[in-house]
């Protein structure tokens, strides 16, 4: 009887231990986050948040808008005088790898077999893992032609100097060569595009660039090899154009049904970055260069009606812009662009230079990362600039701003012949608000030839002389890059490595800081700007 007792009293101790090693179990889980994030969720959250940062206001409007003269400020212009924030360029670097993270836990979730199932119900697996591959080409296509060589992911190769995101292994990973970014880039698209079934949907939900069409990522993937392969071709024209020729094979964009534009809602909360910029702040008008190019007084194109889409009138305000309640205007005089990098902008009457249109500042402005027009200007460029791929890309780019039929049709019937010059300059046209892209174009090509360069001197229209107080009123300006060391006579050729990798990671940044030309500075080229 008393062995009895005992066995029962160990049974009860047993018991509550166990209970309360059960508890303590249930204590370390957070009920409010799943253990397994939707792959969905990751997605829309992902491309979200690369255009929000790559976009907005200060690493688009107070960098390459500016610097490729779409847009200039309206109280002062360091930025547009090549002074760009450090902010800026830790912005890019940092938030690039941030979402590549989870571009990477995507990839992770779709090929690891304990949850490939559970990711399954968001989309077939194969093509999640292709979208993702495809975001991280996109984005570290921009990264690497913003600074050179950069710590680089890549899902589908054994390059042991790709160690990026690699945080098991390091915390200070090498930067790898450009060349080899490039390359493998060109190869994680071809693969991507390769790996898609068009027959399954790529995300059920959370896919606001293409709502999981599979069909258009692929698009998507090949037109993305013309756009990086085209930037080749001063050092490699073969690699160029092979790779080229395989992706127009594969399937390219074939109508601005196919564009690539990241989504935003009519909410603030949700609303485009632009839209977001402009809810306290009024610091950005089209620029002079930019509006002068569009009404035919440089260029070699005569007016283009592609202003009216893309610009408002001297007299539209920001509120009747953000109300689209503003009266349009089809006379070419009511358009003029802020002065770029004029000293005394600020002092400017806000009634004599155009703001862009509501078609673009609004909330629900789609964001376009690429589109159709800019895939028939490469092509035009790899078949010796053809005239059919440069009036079909002209046409694509009116079409999509919403330039009337007959309006479109008298301009291209009236296109100079394509050359060089006229094919690369329509491009820049058709790449408003794509400035990232127009950046590097213009420093592998040196067009548009209509920009402002420093040393230039700028004639202001009489409006805008009027228009000043009478201590600030002048006929003309010189275009003065800020105080740099050294000067620049031209648009920088790359940004500095953030300051802060000087400390995170100073050897392998003093590494690829070393193999610049001039070292750590914008007057460094990247190895693929021979112009």
Same mark, same amino acid.
């Given at each position: 009887?008393k062995?009895?007792?005992?066995?029962l009293?160990?049974?009860?101790l047993?018991?509550?231990?166990?209970?309360?090693d059960?508890?303590?179990?249930?204590?370390?889980?957070?009920?409010?986050?799943?253990?397994?994030?939707?792959?969905?969720?990751?997605?829309?959250?992902?491309?979200?948040?690369?255009?929000?940062?790559?976009?907005d206001?200060?690493n688009s409007?107070?960098?390459?808008?500016?610097?490729?003269?779409?847009?200039?400020?309206?109280?002062?212009?360091?930025?547009?005088?090549?002074l760009?924030?450090?902010?800026?360029?830790?912005?890019?670097y940092?938030?690039?790898?941030? $979402? !590549?993270? =989870? %571009?990477?836990?995507?990839i992770?979730q779709?090929? @690891?077999?304990?949850?490939?199932?559970?990711a +399954? /119900?968001?989309?077939?697996?194969?093509?999640?893992?292709?979208?993702?591959?495809?975001?991280?080409?996109?984005m570290?296509?921009?990264?690497?032609?913003?600074f050179?060589?950069v710590?680089?992911?890549?899902?589908?190769?054994?390059?042991?100097?790709?160690?990026?995101?690699?945080?098991?292994?390091?915390?200070?990973?090498?930067?790898?060569?450009?060349?080899?970014?490039y390359?493998?880039?060109?190869?994680?698209?071809?693969?991507?595009?390769?790996?898609?079934?068009?027959?399954?949907?790529?995300f059920?939900?959370g896919?606001?660039?293409?709502?999981?069409?599979?069909?258009?990522?692929?698009?998507f993937?090949n037109?993305?090899?013309?756009? $990086? !392969?085209? =930037? %080749?071709?001063?050092?490699?024209?073969?690699?160029? @154009?092979?790779?080229?020729?395989?992706?127009? +094979? /594969?399937?390219?964009?074939?109508?601005?049904?196919?564009?690539?534009?990241?989504?935003?809602?009519?909410?603030?909360?949700?609303?485009?970055?632009?839209?977001?910029?402009?809810?306290?702040?009024?610091?950005?008008?089209?620029?002079?260069?930019?509006?002068?190019?569009?009404?035919?007084?440089?260029?070699?194109?005569?007016?283009?009606?592609?202003?009216?889409?893309?610009?408002?009138?001297?007299?539209?305000?920001?509120?009747?812009i953000?109300?689209?309640?503003?009266?349009?205007?089809?006379?070419?005089?009511?358009?003029?662009?802020?002065?770029y990098?004029?000293?005394?902008?600020?002092?400017?009457?806000?009634?004599?230079?155009?703001?862009?249109s509501?078609?673009? %500042?609004?909330?629900?402005?789609?964001?376009?990362?690429?589109?159709?027009?800019?895939?028939?200007?490469?092509i035009?460029?790899?078949?010796?600039?053809?005239?059919?791929?440069?009036?079909?890309?002209?046409?694509a780019?009116?079409?999509?701003?919403?330039?009337p039929?007959?309006?479109?049709?008298?301009?291209?019937?009236?296109?100079?012949?394509a050359?060089?010059?006229?094919?690369?300059?329509?491009?820049?046209?058709?790449?408003?608000?794509?400035?990232?892209?127009?950046?590097?174009?213009?420093?592998?090509?040196?067009?548009?030839?209509?920009?402002?360069m420093?040393?230039?001197?700028?004639?202001?229209?009489?409006a805008?002389v009027n228009?000043?107080?009478?201590?600030?009123?002048?006929?003309?300006?010189?275009?003065?890059?800020?105080?740099?060391?050294?000067?620049?006579?031209?648009?920088?050729?790359?940004l500095?490595?953030?300051?802060?990798?000087?400390t995170?990671?100073g050897?392998?940044?003093?590494?690829a800081?070393?193999?610049?030309?001039?070292?750590?500075?914008?007057?460094?080229?990247?190895?693929?700007?021979?112009?």
């Open positions: 009887m062995n009895k007792f005992k066995i009293i160990a049974l009860a047993f018991t509550g231990l166990y209970s309360c059960k508890g303590l179990e249930d204590l370390n889980e957070n009920p409010n986050q799943p253990e397994v994030v939707p792959t969905s969720n990751i997605f829309a959250y992902s491309t979200k948040r690369f255009t929000d940062f790559s976009r206001a200060f409007g107070r960098l390459t808008l500016p610097w490729l003269q779409y847009w200039g400020q309206t109280a002062y212009a360091d930025e547009d005088r090549f760009y924030r450090e902010t800026s360029a830790q912005s890019l940092d938030n690039t790898y941030l $979402v !590549a993270v =989870n %571009l990477k836990s995507i992770d779709n090929s @690891n077999e304990e949850t490939k199932d559970i +399954a /119900a968001y989309g077939n697996n194969n093509n999640q893992i292709a979208a993702s591959r495809i975001m991280l080409s996109y570290f296509y921009e990264l690497t032609n913003f050179g060589d710590p680089y992911y890549s899902y589908g190769s054994d390059n042991e100097t790709f160690q990026a995101l690699d945080v098991n292994n390091t915390s200070t990973p090498v930067f790898a060569a450009q060349e080899d970014i390359d493998d880039i060109l190869k994680e698209l071809r693969e991507s595009s390769d790996m898609i079934n068009t027959n399954e949907p790529v059920t939900s896919d606001n660039i293409f709502n999981g069409d599979a069909v258009k990522w692929k698009k993937a037109s993305l090899i013309l756009r $990086v !392969a085209n =930037n %080749l071709r001063g050092v490699d024209p073969g690699k160029a @154009n092979a790779a080229i020729d395989a992706a127009i +094979a /594969a399937g390219v964009m074939e109508s601005n049904d196919d564009n690539a534009a990241q989504a935003y809602d009519s909410a603030d909360a949700n609303a485009s970055p632009f839209w977001a910029a402009f809810i306290a702040r009024t610091d950005f008008a089209v620029a002079a260069p930019f509006v002068n190019l569009l009404k035919g007084e440089t260029g070699n194109f005569g007016p283009d009606p592609r202003l009216f889409q893309m610009a408002a009138p001297i007299d539209a305000s920001i509120g009747d953000k109300s689209d309640t503003y009266e349009k205007s089809t006379d070419y005089d009511d358009y003029l662009g802020i002065p990098a004029f000293r005394n902008t600020n002092f400017l009457d806000r009634t004599t230079y155009s703001f862009m509501s078609n673009i %500042l609004k909330p629900d402005y789609k964001e376009v990362l690429m589109e159709y027009a800019e895939v028939q200007f490469i035009s460029e790899r078949n010796g600039f053809s005239q059919e791929n440069y009036e079909n890309g002209v046409r780019s009116m079409e999509r701003w919403g330039v039929s007959d309006e479109i049709d008298t301009f291209v019937n009236n296109l100079p012949p050359t060089q010059e006229n094919v690369l300059n329509q491009k820049y046209i058709a790449l408003y608000m794509q400035p990232h892209q127009a950046y590097a174009d213009y420093r592998r090509t040196g067009f548009p030839n209509t920009l402002v420093p040393g230039d001197e700028v004639f202001l229209p009489a805008q228009g000043l107080p009478p201590e600030n009123r002048v006929p003309s300006y010189t275009f003065e890059a800020g105080p740099v060391n050294p000067s620049v006579t031209e648009i920088p050729f790359r500095r490595y953030p300051q802060i990798l000087q995170l990671n050897t392998n940044r003093n590494a800081a070393a193999k610049l030309s001039e070292g750590d500075l914008i007057t460094s080229k990247l190895f693929w700007d021979v112009n």
